[in-house]
């Protein structure tokens, strides 16, 4: 679910940088970090919880905290505070009392920390109008001599939000997602499961109101268009061959893995690909088309007959 | 948020026995067993996940799966090796193929296995109208002798879902609750987050747009109505002292705990009596009237005077 959704988020994105910032409102501390491992696999630039990046070898992004401006007596300390501390990662969120102000701030103290051979790398915004503040900020970096600090953006983003900001032309370089994506917010769970469709060699199948299965061993076949989209599925018993390419290998028999694990890397370049062969329908988030997925005879007859023992 | 819905659970279900089902859908196995520590803690009778019933001595309930039905060649059989294997806990699972029909499987096999000393304990329907199949179930086993086997529903079940099946009057006699409550379907996160309000003995605020906090240490006082029930609450500074009862207490100083860790089951009891002490509003799923919270004229002085510092 949050890769999906984190693959949502990125389709949109048209190539601004994604990074987590989950951690804090996920379904616990094991929660984060998978949902960190998903969006990465999904095709996000990285994360913020720092464990996970250990984890999993994600790279690591951050700014500063509220607390720590609130920690000292004026923001242009806090900022100048935190560029020492972080001299190749000066990214500095203004929006701690008055974005604007803020942006003065650090347009003031940027030629001091240049002096230090420190560039104020990004501000982050993180509440209030994003689309608005990134434009008045924007202009005051421009004119501030400050041409190439980029603006990231945070605050209770999901990929609808995204989507307004870009359709707007918000002046945004990166978005960091957090609470919406890692708890999924919106479809905070699939509703499927394991089911049992074969015991002993005998086909067996649930037939339980709204839940019904398919029953017996299967094989998938998807079938694509002729510029390489996914165009539609056929499930089908194991031994029926169709036209297409079969989805479905053994990963495990008796006990013992039969292919070797992906690296989280090639996961990634997959995942990638997959999107790739989308159709443009779902690949936007108004999907007005929902995938084709079709029922062989031969399953429907295995059907019949599984039925008629029980 | 998992024990506040499942507290909105407990509260509508008059009495009625609640069991968490939900592990398989919880954002990984540690958010399965915190949302069975926290579905207890609210009141909950008891939790399907054997770990959690473990780790924190929380009673186990659970029934068959349709696994263990599909794997038989026919549902009595099924029903009669579960009933064997579990004599003092046979919950029958009965709608994997036809909900009445394996009623009056159950009814039928009800007496041999009376012979060999096991009752059926209870019936679980997991499908389908669950009203409707508990009024043709009830009385399929009172027709059939047994009055005293129980059903249980499950089966995408919420608070909202629960409040209906009672209010109709269905014949239940437990629900098992899953994916909704353990994901906190409707409400999957908390928007709140700890800030800094005082460094270094200075009261500080953040005042972004939207996110503003309150500055510097506080008290809350709680005023009750003339029946012990929740009035209102006032929030103010630590040293501004307020009549009602004073909520907050230190509970650790110098890296050391300054109260025991209460118990589970405390817990679990201090929920129950702090429910019982809500409005009736407050009570029911529908609250038409939010709970008052004041801002003391101490507090906001102090955030004039801390604004003006910044």
């Known amino acids: 679910m949050i890769a999906s959704k984190a693959a949502r988020s990125v389709l949109i994105a048209g190539g601004k940088q994604l990074i987590d910032f989950g951690l804090r409102r996920a379904h616990g501390a094991e929660a984060g970090l998978l949902a960190a491992r998903a969006s990465y696999l999904a095709g996000f630039a990285g994360t913020s919880t720092v464990l996970a990046g250990m984890a999993y070898d994600i790279p690591i992004y951050g700014t500063m905290a509220h607390s720590f401006v609130q920690a000292h007596t004026n923001e242009t300390t806090a900022f100048e505070h935190f560029a020492l501390a972080q001299p190749e990662n000066a990214v500095l969120l203004i929006d701690t009392y008055d974005t604007e102000r803020a942006a003065h701030k650090v347009v003031a103290l940027a ?26 900020v924007r202009r005051i970096l421009d004119e501030g001599g400050l041409p190439h600090a980029q603006i990231l953006a945070s605050g ?5 939000q995204l989507q307004r900001l870009i359709a707007g032309g918000a002046p945004i370089d990166s ?136």
């Open 111 to 136: 030629p001091s920390l240049k002096q230090q051979g420190i560039a104020v790398k990004a501000v982050r915004l993180d509440s209030g109008d994003l689309a608005d503040h990134a434009r008045k």
């Open 175 to 310: 978005f960091a997602v957090g609470t919406a994506m890692t708890t999924s917010a919106d479809a905070p769970s699939l509703d499927c499961a394991y089911k049992l469709q074969e015991y002993a060699g005998r086909p067996c199948r649930k037939r339980s109101e709204g839940k019904a299965t398919w029953p017996g061993r299967k094989q998938v076949y998807r079938q694509y268009t002729h510029d390489g989209r996914c165009d539609y599925d056929v499930v089908t018993t194991h031994n029926d061959h169709q036209p297409g390419e079969p989805l479905l290998q053994p990963v495990m028999t008796e006990g013992r893995r039969l292919v070797p694990v992906q690296k989280l890397t090639e996961l990634r370049e997959r995942a990638a690909t997959q999107l790739a062969r989308l159709s443009d329908s779902l690949r936007s988030l108004e999907c007005d088309r929902p995938y084709d997925v079709r029922i062989s005879h031969s399953l429907q007859d295995l059907a019949r007959v599984v039925d008629q023992c029980v």
């Open 156 to 160: 209770n983003l999901d990929e609808y």
